[in-house]
């Protein structure tokens, strides 16, 4: 499956941006869709997840309550609603999919090319 995100860009702390993840070649079913954001110099962190069949939702503890994760299934795209914004929120965001475990970056064997988000205090 080949996964395409978009949607990144510069807006100013408290502003919002949605991500979008679309997949190709086949679909999300079966999989759990994640985002993960890396920071220069810093690991690459889980920020949320959903899983496909289900529709359960995960988050990591610095977005709960900030960001929230969707899927539209007629159009094989997951979203990232990202509100509240901050400076620390900079990074560049990935989407993937896999199997699991739906916290670590082991459990996606499928990745995106990535997209830059800034955010400006």
């Known amino acids: 499956v080949q996964l395409q995100a978009s949607g990144g860009g510069l807006v100013q702390a408290g502003g919002s941006l949605r991500l979008s993840c679309a997949a190709s070649g086949r679909t999300f079913s079966g999989y759990a869709v994640g985002w993960f954001r890396q920071a220069p110099g810093k690991e690459r962190e889980f920020v949320a997840a959903i899983t496909w069949s289900m529709g359960n939702t995960y988050y990591a503890d610095s977005v709960k309550g900030r960001f929230t994760i969707s899927r539209d299934d007629a159009k094989n795209t997951v979203y990232l609603q990202m509100n509240s914004l901050k400076p620390e929120d900079t990074a560049i965001y990935y989407c993937?999919?896999?199997?699991?475990?739906?916290?670590?970056?082991?459990?996606?064997?499928?990745w995106g090319q990535g997209t830059q988000v800034t955010v400006s205090s």
């Open positions: 993937a999919a896999g199997t699991g475990p739906i916290g670590s970056t082991r459990g996606y064997n499928y």
